[in-house]
């Protein structure tokens, strides 16, 4: 059992884009009141920055200059856990598909894990009772030590569609064939990558939610979060 007088208990729930891990995550936070850090976000904003002041992908100079000054702040409200860069809030502008690939493509250069790992560490522990973090490196990297370990994971065609679905909500509609295509090229970048691949931790407890209701992925993560809490 874990003492949580001593630190947050620590939720790790990684896997590939479309998998279900935002939409399992916040419901999870708003369930357990918990702090959800949503470390693709932090990535995303990275890669908003980097584009808004014209430095490429690849400068590791000017991405440096970039994170020495970065500030990614979060805030959980019922409708949405909003993200803040450098005080506005680009909930919207980083989850454009330029910006999805973007976020993958800095997020392959060590100087950018490096500086984002005391950020993802610091804002999890600062949370009162526990902090879930939704990643690709958490389980693996950011919380080698988590309590609980999740890998969801789907069927690339089942997770295209979810994206689709989301594209289409908000008025940003692409052939479900184009979001299939950007998901491959984002899932070989993201697990192909030298630091920090995308891959399951060695003790995560895999979840495969091509057929599962979103309902049903919460509550076994919710029966395992339940069996390390001190009564
Ligand atoms: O989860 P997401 O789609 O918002 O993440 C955007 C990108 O950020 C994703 O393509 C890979 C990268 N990422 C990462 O490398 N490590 C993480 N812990 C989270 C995201």
Same mark, same amino acid.
Request: with cysteine; charged share 30%.
């Given at each position: 059992?874990?003492?949580?007088?001593?630190?947050?208990?620590?939720?790790?729930?990684?896997?590939?884009?479309g998998?279900?891990?935002?939409?399992?995550?916040?419901?999870?936070?708003?369930?357990?009141?918990?702090?959800?850090?949503?470390?693709?976000?932090?990535?995303?904003?990275? !890669?908003?920055?980097?584009q808004?002041?014209? =430095?490429?992908?690849?400068? @590791?100079? $000017? &991405? %440096?200059?970039? *994170?020495?000054?970065?500030?990614?702040?979060?805030?959980?409200?019922?409708?949405?856990n909003?993200?803040?860069?450098?005080?506005?809030?680009?909930?919207?502008?980083?989850?454009?598909?330029?910006?999805?690939?973007? !976020?993958?493509?800095?997020?392959?250069?060590p =100087?950018?894990?490096?500086? @984002?790992? $005391? &950020? %993802?560490?610091? *804002?999890?522990?600062?949370?009162?009772?526990?902090?879930?973090?939704?990643?690709?490196?958490?389980?693996?990297?950011?919380?080698?030590?988590?309590?609980?370990k999740?890998f969801?994971?789907?069927?690339?065609?089942?997770?295209?569609?979810?994206?689709?679905?989301?594209?289409?909500?908000?008025? @940003?509609?692409?052939?479900?064939?184009?979001?299939?295509?950007?998901?491959?090229?984002?899932?070989?970048?993201?697990?192909?990558?030298?630091?920090?691949?995308?891959?399951?931790?060695?003790?995560?407890?895999?979840?495969?939610?091509?057929?599962?209701?979103?309902?049903?992925?919460?509550?076994?993560?919710e029966?395992?979060?339940?069996?390390?809490?001190?009564?």
């Amino acid at each position: 059992m874990i003492d949580l007088s001593r630190r947050p208990l620590i939720v790790a729930i990684d896997g590939p884009a479309g998998a279900g891990k935002s939409s399992v995550s916040k419901i999870l936070a708003l369930r357990l009141d918990f702090t959800l850090v949503d470390t693709g976000a932090i990535y995303r904003c990275v !890669a908003l920055k980097a584009q808004r002041s014209g =430095v490429a992908f690849d400068d @590791l100079t $000017g &991405l %440096q200059t970039l *994170l020495d000054a970065v500030k990614v702040t979060f805030r959980m409200d019922v409708d949405k856990n909003h993200v803040f860069l450098d005080g506005e809030d680009v909930s919207d502008a980083i989850r454009t598909s330029e910006i999805s690939l973007a !976020a993958s493509q800095v997020s392959g250069q060590p =100087v950018v894990r490096n500086a @984002l790992l $005391g &950020l %993802q560490r610091r *804002l999890a522990l600062a949370a009162e009772q526990g902090a879930i973090l939704e990643g690709r490196d958490i389980g693996t990297v950011v919380f080698p030590d988590a309590d609980i370990k999740i890998f969801l994971f789907a069927d690339p065609s089942i997770r295209a569609t979810r994206r689709y679905e989301e594209l289409f909500q908000k008025g @940003l509609e692409k052939p479900v064939g184009q979001v299939l295509e950007d998901q491959n090229k984002r899932d070989k970048e993201d697990s192909e990558r030298e630091v920090a691949p995308l891959k399951p931790a060695a003790d995560a407890v895999k979840i495969d939610s091509t057929r599962l209701p979103l309902s049903e992925v919460v509550a076994q993560i919710e029966t395992l979060v339940s069996s390390k809490r001190v009564p």
